[in-house]
């Protein structure tokens, strides 16, 4: 019969690689997320780490007074064994890697756009992010495109 117990606290900051000792197959990534950061008032998003100490020469850490690091931190910089085949399955994938920021920055652009041609009616610059839209894969929330 399974073990049906919910996992401790532990056991949520480590991989299922990890977990069952399996750490060459471990990527470091543990998961996504975010929130709001009551330390540094503002909102964080991007990856959280595996905790397990494995990854201790890994260049990819936590940051002081941070929940999570940037994804392209992770995609850039983590040594991990794991790593290579986890990123090689996202560039099989299509899946283009996006920091939070890039993402809100693309949908400001927009918003820019569509308020410029409602307030002054210029067509040009929400023409141009249409056509960018139209023109590429449909993006998604999980930086997928």
């Not at 470091?28 to 975010?34: D, E, I, L, Q, R």
């Not at 299509?94 to 927009?110: C, N, P, S, T, Y």
Request: charged share 30%.
């Amino acid at each position: 019969m399974a073990d049906r117990r919910p996992p401790s606290d532990e056991e949520c900051e480590q991989t299922p690689a990890c977990r069952r000792a399996g750490h060459v197959d471990c990527p470091h990534v543990h998961g996504s997320g975010g929130g709001f950061n009551p330390r540094r008032l503002r909102f964080e998003f991007g990856q959280q780490l595996c905790r397990c100490a494995c990854h201790a020469a890994c260049p990819v850490q936590y940051e002081t007074n941070r929940q999570t690091v940037s994804r392209e931190a992770w995609q850039t910089s983590c040594t991990c064994p794991g790593a290579d085949v986890a990123r090689q399955r996202l560039d099989n994938a299509g899946i283009k890697v996006r920091d939070f920021d890039q993402m809100l920055e693309e949908k400001r652009r927009h918003l820019d756009a569509v308020v410029e041609y409602i307030i002054t009616g210029n067509r040009l610059p929400a023409l141009r992010e249409l056509g960018e839209i139209l023109s590429r894969p449909r993006d998604r929330p999980d930086g997928r495109e």
